[in-house]
């Protein structure tokens, strides 16, 4: 069964750093990537996802995530983020059903 | 994308009742799954939801606490039964699946059980 870890739980950083937060899944065929972020108190959205071709995907917000075949990755980059993208993002992956990570909880300094 | 209505939005339940929550789409869809969100976590699968059988559950869940109904391809419900304090959560249906598919999530429903 495919399964979606992400390597960190909680990171705070102050404004304008750059964010990379890691992913990786684990399915040997073909799957469907994803990155979703939850604003506190607010649905699940989508940021971006890969299916297939360029992978290097840019997404709403500014971010971006690259999928790295050979190393089952698909980590999310923002070169520099805002107060405003504290929130919480999943990573997940989909064959039939969208597996989802377990979140990494970003604080954003002022 | 398929949208998707889900009702209710929010519920304040006794223990020991059960509540049945319904997911509406716009179009057919093949694939249909319900989700829970426990307080500060991730997404966790419950089961597909399958036109004309029975639900496939995942580890941990079963039929006779979540049990769900797939009347058609546009519709289904999740039933929380025998409820206490532990299934407060916010509960999702989504639709899609398949490759080079898309998801679409419903809004929630918000859960708490006193």
């Known amino acids: 069964a495919q399964s979606v870890s992400q390597h960190n739980h909680h990171v705070i950083l102050s404004e304008a750093a750059s964010l990379e937060l890691g992913c990786n899944y684990s399915?040997?065929?073909?799957?469907?990537l994803f990155w979703y972020v939850q604003y506190p108190g607010q649905h699940l959205q989508l940021l971006l996802k890969y299916f297939s071709g360029d992978p290097l995907v840019k997404g709403i917000k500014g971010f971006e995530a690259e999928f790295i075949k050979s190393k089952f990755s698909f980590n999310l980059r923002k070169p520099s983020v805002q107060w405003s993208d504290t929130a919480e993002y999943f990573c997940?992956?989909?064959?039939?059903?969208?597996?989802f990570g377990k979140g990494t909880r970003l604080h954003i300094l002022p | 994308s398929a949208v998707i209505s889900q009702k209710p939005s929010r519920d304040i339940c006794q223990r020991g009742t059960s509540l049945t929550i319904q997911c509406q789409v716009d179009?057919?869809?093949?694939?249909m799954f319900w989700y829970r969100q426990q307080p500060g976590q991730s997404l966790t699968l419950i089961a597909t939801?399958?036109?004309?059988?029975?639900?496939?559950?995942e580890s941990g869940f079963v039929i006779d606490k979540f049990p769900i109904s797939r009347p058609n391809l546009t519709f289904s419900t999740l039933t929380v039964s025998n409820m206490s304090p532990e299934d407060s959560s916010i509960y999702l249906c989504?639709?899609?699946?398949?490759?080079?598919?898309?998801?679409?999530f419903g809004s929630g429903t918000r859960l708490t059980v006193v």
């Open positions: 399915y040997g065929g073909t799957v469907n």
């Open positions: 989504s639709v899609g699946g398949g490759i080079n598919y898309g998801y679409t």
């Open positions: 179009s057919q869809v093949t694939m």
């Open positions: 939801a399958n036109q004309g059988s029975e639900a496939t559950y």
């Open positions: 997940a992956a989909a064959v039939r059903e969208i597996i």
